[in-house]
């Protein structure tokens, strides 16, 4: 099965194309830039749209603009390609990277989203010591997580990046592309008033 997947939750976009467990191409950018990357990405690997099977996208939690661009391109392509789609935590495909490592995303405001998946204050976090924290709030937060015991790669680790390639290996429950819902663990920053 021919998985496109990618992730627009954190600050780094991933996109890759998998092929039956083996991945033909990876990329990363910005959420802004994942239609070009999935481009580039079919190019590369000499195939079209239609040669797609299925799609697997991040549903975060990370942040709401980005989660909400890499659902809606998920949507867009799956219906327009008639494929089914499948979510994956970006959690999850952050864990997916280290066995048994502890995902840590930015959530802005001090808080950090971990597992549950939840938000709290970094500083609340009680992790058991030797546990190694990968994600871009374990690089935000190295001091206090070390402070309590944790192991946080170095910052140009491939660990702290959710990897699109772990998204379609990871993704189980296709169905249809509106059926795909984001994780929010709090309510957005925006109300959608202009008042």
Same mark, same amino acid.
Do not use: K, N, W
């Given at each position: 099965?021919?998985?496109?997947?990618?992730?627009?939750? +954190?600050?780094?976009?991933?996109?890759?194309?998998? %092929?039956?467990?083996? @991945?033909?191409?990876?990329?990363?950018?910005?959420?802004?830039? @994942?239609? *070009?990357?999935?481009?580039?990405?079919?190019?590369?690997?000499?195939? *079209?749209?239609? %040669?797609?099977?299925?799609?697997?996208?991040?549903?975060?939690?990370?942040?709401?603009?980005?989660?909400?661009?890499?659902?809606?391109?998920?949507?867009?392509?799956?219906?327009?390609?008639?494929?089914?789609?499948?979510?994956?935590?970006?959690?999850?495909?952050?864990?997916?990277?280290?066995?048994?490592?502890?995902? @840590?995303?930015?959530?802005?405001?001090? *808080?950090?989203?971990?597992?549950?998946?939840?938000?709290?204050?970094?500083?609340?976090?009680?992790?058991?010591?030797? +546990?190694?924290?990968?994600? %871009?709030?374990?690089?935000?937060?190295? %001091?206090?997580?070390?402070?309590?015991?944790?192991?946080?790669?170095?910052?140009?680790? *491939?660990?702290?990046?959710?990897?699109?390639?772990?998204?379609?290996?990871?993704?189980?429950?296709?169905?249809?592309?509106?059926?795909?819902?984001? @994780?929010?663990?709090?309510?957005?920053?925006?109300?959608?008033?202009?008042?």
């Amino acid at each position: 099965m021919r998985i496109l997947a990618f992730d627009t939750a +954190t600050d780094v976009a991933t996109s890759a194309l998998v %092929d039956g467990g083996s @991945v033909l191409g990876e990329r990363r950018s910005r959420a802004a830039t @994942v239609l *070009e990357d999935i481009d580039a990405l079919l190019r590369a690997a000499g195939m *079209e749209p239609a %040669d797609v099977d299925a799609i697997a996208v991040g549903t975060g939690p990370g942040s709401f603009t980005g989660t909400r661009i890499g659902l809606a391109v998920a949507r867009g392509l799956g219906l327009a390609l008639g494929v089914p789609v499948a979510g994956v935590s970006t959690l999850d495909a952050l864990a997916a990277g280290a066995h048994g490592a502890f995902p @840590v995303v930015d959530a802005r405001r001090g *808080e950090v989203f971990v597992p549950g998946p939840r938000v709290v204050s970094p500083d609340a976090l009680a992790i058991p010591a030797g +546990t190694v924290c990968v994600g %871009d709030g374990a690089l935000r937060y190295r %001091d206090l997580l070390t402070a309590a015991g944790g192991i946080v790669p170095p910052g140009d680790s *491939e660990l702290h990046v959710p990897r699109a390639a772990a998204h379609a290996l990871l993704a189980r429950d296709f169905g249809a592309a509106d059926a795909v819902q984001p @994780v929010y663990v709090r309510v957005p920053d925006a109300d959608g008033s202009l008042a």
